[in-house]
C-alpha cells in the first residue's frame, strides 16, 4: 500500500509560503509518511528538478506535475512522467499564458534549489489564466503523456463544476481530486456515484503544515506514475484503496493503529467501532495478538517524539489518537503485556464540537483486508441499532481473494452495502 | 423586449438560432459561474458572461433562458456554435464589456430577478 498526496505546491506558486521550499515541501512529506508527492505548481514545473533531487535524498517518489488553469479558469492537474516531458508541457503553457507577475498584488515566484537557495524569479503571470480551453488542456497533458485531474471539484472557485455548472461531456479527464473539505463518501456520492471518474484526495498544499493533510491510499507495486495511471484504470490488479485525512480523519486513526499492530507481528486483530449518538458516546476499540508492550514501550508510544520504525506509512499514530480523543472529551486507554497482546479504546463525546469526523471506512477496510489478506481482522461497526459486521475468515470462506481484482471489487461492494445499511445522524454530529 | 431587440441596444450580433430571438425577455443575469447561473438564474432571463465554453449552451437550455450574451467581442467555439443551433439558443457577441451591457439592458426595463 502507498499513501500519495497527488497535489503540492512550492514556493514558485505565488500563493504559497516562502518556507515551502523544494527540501522544505520534502521534509514535510516525510514526516507525514508520504510515499509520494506529486508537484504541481500554477501553469509551471520550474521547481520539479529540485524537488525531484530532494525527493531521491530523502526515499520519497516525486511525480512531476503542473496546475494548469484554463481559459474558464478551471484548474486541472497534469501529473506527468518524468521532467522532460513536464517541461515540454511548461513551455507549451507559458506560449499560451499572458501577462507577467506583479509581485506585491501576486506574490514571489520563487525558482529555488534542494539546498534553500533562490535561483531566481519567474516572471511569467502564474496566477494567472491560460488561452486554452479545458478541452485543449486535457488533449496537451496527454499528449505530453501525463494523467489530467481536475483539481478540488468540490470547490467552488476555479473547481471544473463551479466553473461550468458540471464536467463537460466528452472530456478526457483520468480523475478528480477532493479536496480536503469533502469527505469522500460525501464526494463519491456527488462526483461519481456510478463509478464515472475514481476520485484522489489530496492537500492543494500551500504551506508544509499541511503536506498530507489528505492523502489517496493505493495498492501497488512501486510509486510511479505508470503505477498510478493502472491504479486510477483498475488495471492489473492495481487500485484506489481510498483516502481521506490521515490526521484527523477517526477512521484513519483506527488503520493506523491496525497497521502498527500487523507491524508488530500481530496475526489477528478485532475492532470495534461504536457511534451511540444518543447516549452522546462514540468509543473505537482495537485489540491485537501481537508481541504486547511492557511499561517502558508503551510510555514510549505514548511519546509523539518516539517510534521504533521509520517507515510507519500511516497517521501520526498514538499521541495524536490519544490527543483527539481528550479534545473530544474523551481518553484513550491502553492495556498491553509482553507475549499477551494489545488493547487499545478510545472514547470520545458524539456531539462534543471538536471530536473529528469518523472518515471512510470504506478505505480503512480496504487498505487492511487488501494488505494483509492472509491476517485475520475481525471490524464491527455498531450505530444506533444497526450494526455491520465483517470478518475476513467469512471473506475467505466465501471465496473472495482481495489479492484479484473481482476479490477486491467484490470486497468493496461487501464494505460498501454494510456501510450503507448504518443509518446515518441526520443531524451533523458537530453541531453543538 | 425580444432578445433581437436587446441585441440592437446592446450593439451585438445574434449569432446562432436567429428565428428563437423573438423571444421575450424576461429578466436579466450576470456571472461567469456556471453553477451560479444553474442555481439563481430564471426562465426567460438573458444571461450575460465571459464564459464561451459548450457547456453554457446546456446551462441556458435547462433553465430555459431567453438567450445569452457574450461580452467583450468574445465568440462562441465551434461546440458552442453547433449546440445552440441544434438547441435554439440565440447567442449574441458584442463588443460591450459586462458593466456597459448590464447597464444598458437595466436603463431599458431589465431586472433582476431573485428568486425567493
Not at chain 1, 296 to 311: G, N
Request: hydrophobic share 45%; net charge negative.
Amino acid at each position: 500500500m502507498f499513501m500519495f498526496d497527488t497535489h503540492v505546491h512550492t514556493c514558485l506558486s505565488p500563493c504559497a509560503e516562502l518556507d515551502m521550499h523544494p527540501s522544505a515541501l520534502v521534509a514535510a512529506a516525510v514526516r507525514a509518511r508520504l510515499d509520494a508527492i506529486a508537484v504541481c505548481d500554477h501553469n509551471s514545473a520550474e521547481n520539479v528538478a529540485a524537488v525531484e533531487r530532494a525527493g531521491r535524498a530523502a526515499g520519497l517518489a516525486v511525480i512531476p506535475g503542473m496546475e494548469i488553469t484554463s481559459a474558464e479558469e478551471v484548474h486541472i492537474l497534469g501529473l506527468l512522467p518524468d521532467l522532460e516531458s513536464a517541461l515540454e508541457l511548461q513551455s507549451r503553457i507559458y506560449r499560451a499564458l499572458p501577462g507577467r507577475n506583479q509581485e506585491d498584488v501576486f506574490g514571489l515566484q520563487v525558482v529555488a534549489n534542494e539546498h534553500a537557495q533562490v535561483l531566481g524569479f519567474n516572471e511569467h503571470l502564474l496566477a494567472g489564466a491560460t488561452t486554452l480551453d479545458v478541452d485543449r488542456i486535457v488533449a496537451a497533458i496527454h499528449e505530453a503523456h501525463g494523467l489530467a485531474v481536475a483539481s478540488h471539484v468540490d470547490r467552488e472557485s476555479f473547481g471544473i463544476i463551479g466553473q461550468l455548472g458540471m464536467i463537460p461531456a466528452g472530456l478526457a479527464l483520468d480523475g478528480l481530486e477532493v479536496s480536503h473539505r469533502t469527505p469522500l463518501p460525501a464526494a463519491r456520492a456527488a462526483f461519481a456515484p456510478r463509478g464515472e471518474f475514481p476520485l484522489l484526495c489530496a492537500s492543494d498544499a500551500h504551506e508544509p503544515r499541511d503536506v498530507g493533510m489528505a492523502a489517496t491510499f493505493l495498492l501497488l507495486e512501486e510509486p510511479t506514475l505508470a503505477e498510478l495511471r493502472r491504479a486510477l484504470a483498475s488495471q492489473e490488479g492495481r487500485a484506489i484503496l481510498g483516502g481521506g485525512k490521515p490526521m484527523e480523519d477517526l477512521a484513519l486513526h483506527i488503520l493506523d493503529i491496525a497497521q502498527n499492530s500487523l507491524e508488530a507481528g500481530a496475526t489477528e486483530i478485532a475492532i470495534d467501532l461504536l457511534e451511540d449518538p444518543a447516549a452522546d458516546r462514540l468509543v473505537i476499540e482495537v485489540r491485537d495478538n501481537g508481541p504486547g508492550m511492557d511499561s517502558k514501550a508503551l510510555a514510549q508510544a505514548s511519546d509523539p517524539f518516539y517510534t521504533t520504525r521509520t517507515t510507519r506509512k500511516v497517521g501520526l499514530g498514538i499521541p495524536l489518537l490519544s490527543e483527539a480523543a481528550r479534545a473530544a472529551g474523551g481518553r484513550l486507554e491502553i492495556e498491553s503485556k509482553p507475549g499477551e497482546g494489545s488493547r487499545f479504546k478510545a472514547t470520545f463525546r458524539y456531539r462534543h464540537i471538536d471530536r473529528a469526523p469518523v472518515g471512510d471506512i470504506e478505505t480503512t477496510l480496504m487498505v487492511l483486508l487488501a494488505g494483509h489478506p492472509d491476517l485475520n481482522i475481525r471490524f464491527r461497526h455498531s450505530l444506533g441499532r444497526e450494526v455491520f459486521e465483517l470478518d475476513s475468515r467469512d471473506l475467505r470462506a466465501a471465496g473472495i481473494d482481495p489479492t484479484l481484482p473481482e476479490g477486491l471489487a467484490l470486497l468493496r461492494e461487501t464494505i460498501r452495502r454494510g456501510e450503507a445499511g448504518l443509518p446515518r445522524p441526520a443531524v451533523p454530529p458537530k453541531v453543538l | 423586449m425580444t432578445v433581437a431587440e436587446a441585441a440592437q441596444k446592446i450593439r451585438g450580433s445574434i449569432i446562432t438560432a436567429v428565428k428563437a430571438a423573438t423571444r421575450e425577455v424576461r429578466g436579466g443575469y450576470a456571472s461567469d459561474l456556471l453553477s451560479d447561473v444553474m442555481g439563481n438564474s430564471s426562465e426567460g432571463d438573458l444571461w450575460v458572461t465571459m464564459q464561451k465554453h459548450v457547456n453554457i449552451v446546456a446551462v441556458a437550455q435547462l433553465k430555459g433562458l431567453a438567450g445569452i450574451v457574450l461580452v467583450n467581442g468574445r465568440r462562441p467555439d465551434e461546440a458552442s456554435l453547433v449546440r445552440a443551433e441544434e438547441e435554439h439558443i440565440p447567442i449574441i457577441s458584442t463588443d460591450l464589456p459586462a458593466f456597459d451591457v448590464v447597464g444598458i439592458l437595466y436603463g431599458q426595463g431589465v431586472r433582476g430577478r431573485r428568486s425567493a
